[in-house]
């Protein structure tokens, strides 16, 4: 195909990898309004390095886990809010946002096969949790999702989330104009 | 019952369509308002559906979830882009309390359309201008929100 000699083809190419390697320099942070509305869908709120906590919620989750409920995957038996909604609040709110704000805080800044393994083994841990909740508890029940399945789940939810957290900070002189703007 | 699916699905589009709206340079300041605004709606309206204040009879996700999926994750979020996207930051006072009024009118009357002869939404002990001043507060925390959000990160990028 004349796809392959496209010279746009192979930037746009090499572009995409550096983006999901989290290699963002700063010609790579304008990012166009494609990539824009990716990050709505995957709306997720990255951590600062200044305060996880408070800061750091969660849409993609509660979506994720919506369709989860929705097509019989998981089932919440005991939960805050029982009448408004059949998803655990606590964690999707609280625990899963500020985990996930932990994992990006103390990632280390080495190659890509370095953070992936840091991923791996986070994710297992926070598997493992969950699997122990899951047996010892009403508070989660897995009713057709295995826990590889979890693992995946929250490997690509930990994976967005550092994806869009590096789209963010990827030029950080932009915020010093929109604070002067602000005020 | 068609009507209801008619509008959520026009809300998906035009909150979508709404993106393009946004300068580009400040799609990084409403992105931290949709996120924050959903943090706000998200813990609120499920709070007003468990304590059988409101109650949205048509509704996606309807097994699962209670509270209106599309106006308290896509629509409300957006609009709350759009507020701090345009907001007058160098006019008086005056402008700016009236540029919430604005936005916070802006939200309720479709809210009270949507009463009035559709089956979104119905309320149980609830008025409209406790809808209003809740929409006025969201939008109130949210600005607050993003000017010290960006004011630690500028501290920190220095």
Known sequence: MALSGNPNRKMILSKGFDFFAGRLSRDCSNVDYRAYLFFLVYAEKPATEA??????????????????????????????????????????YFLHPLICGFYIIFEPKKSYAIRLLYLSLWITGFTIL???????????????SPWYLVWVIFFCLFAVTNIIYRWFFSDKSIFREEKERQS | MKA????????????????????????????????????????????????????????SFADVNRTSFTYEYLAFPMANSIF??????????????????????????PEIIALKFT???????????????????TFLLTKGFCIWFFKGLHMEAE
């Open chain 1, 51 to 92: 305060d996880i906590s408070g800061t750091n919620f969660s849409g993609i989750h509660l979506v994720e886990f919506t369709l989860s409920v929705h097509f019989h995957l998981i089932s919440f038996p005991v939960r805050e809010f029982p009448k408004a909604t059949d998803i655990l609040f606590t964690t999707e």
């Open chain 1, 130 to 144: 969950n699997v122990i909740i899951e047996k010892f508890t009403n508070l989660i029940h897995y009713i057709h």
């Open chain 2, 4 to 59: 209801e699916w008619v509008i959520i699905i026009a809300a998906w589009f035009v909150s979508f369509g709404l993106i393009f709206i946004i300068p580009k340079n400040k799609k990084r300041l409403a992105f931290v308002a949709f996120i924050f605004t959903q943090a706000i709606t998200w813990l609120a309206g499920l709070i007003v559906v468990e304590l059988h204040l409101l109650s949205y009879p048509v509704r």
């Open chain 2, 84 to 109: 701090v996207s345009f907001y007058p930051s160098f006019r008086s006072w005056l402008l700016k309390f009236l540029y919430y009024c604005l936005f916070a009118t802006l939200m309720t009357i």
């Open chain 2, 119 to 137: 089956q979104l939404i119905h309320y149980i002990h609830w008025t409209w201008y406790l809808s209003w001043l809740s929409i006025f507060a």
